[in-house]
């Protein structure tokens, strides 16, 4: 009993509610959804809930051993950032000149939806970016609270990624290929800035 007190004595609306906030625009459910679509169109099989519960494992998993897992193999974050970094370039790339970077047809015929794992779980929505916050903000927020609030993130990523087809119906070819090169722009510039950032910190 004064265990499952202690719990509940733990949860913070305005942290779960801060870090929430954060962490959403970090994963940008939102502005991901023109690679989505993108993928879609070349023929991958999105399995929401695949993404879904790949991105909440990947990030529970360096919430709770990010900094020993990158100890062990003696990787800084920093470095970390740069590579994947590097892969969401090449994906904004595909964005915005029309071109095919990453190969899933083979991998997607083996296992159903194993194709938008990656690079849709790892490392868009779960990557350098999303792992940097957490490390970020494990001081300031219990680790109940951050738990809480990734989950609500997830809730939201699922919501977005199953409304894809409804967005794509209603929205038309037109307004989403705008849209795709827009947000490729977004995902181009954060890629650098990811990169070129965490470089100047290295240097």
Do not use: H
């Not at 950032?81 to 590097?86: D, K, L, N, R, V």
């Not at 083979?106 to 970016?129: H, N, R």
């Amino acid at each position: 009993m004064n265990t499952i007190q202690n719990f509940f004595s733990t949860i913070d609306i305005w942290q779960i509610l801060s870090s929430f906030i954060f962490l959403i625009a970090i994963i940008d459910p939102f502005g991901n959804i023109p690679v989505t679509i993108a993928m879609e169109k070349k023929g991958v099989k999105i399995s929401a809930w695949r993404v879904c519960l790949a991105s909440l494992v990947i990030l529970l998993a360096f919430l709770f051993a990010g900094e020993w897992i990158l100890k062990l193999f003696g990787v800084q974050i920093e470095y970390f950032a740069i590579a994947g970094g590097f892969v969401i370039l090449l994906m904004a790339l595909e964005m915005v000149l029309d071109i095919t970077i990453f190969q899933n047809d083979k991998l997607e015929g083996q296992v159903e939806g194993a194709g938008s794992i990656v690079p849709l779980a790892f490392p868009m929505y779960a990557g350098p970016g999303a792992f940097t916050a957490l490390l970020a903000i494990t001081a300031e927020y219990t680790t109940v609270n951050l738990c809480i609030a990734l989950v609500l993130c997830i809730i939201v990523l699922y919501l977005v990624l199953i409304g894809t087809n409804w967005l794509t119906k209603y929205l038309g070819p037109t307004a989403l290929y705008i849209i795709r090169k827009f947000f490729g722009i977004i995902v181009l510039a954060i890629a650098c800035k990811l990169m070129f950032a965490n470089l100047a910190t290295i240097l």
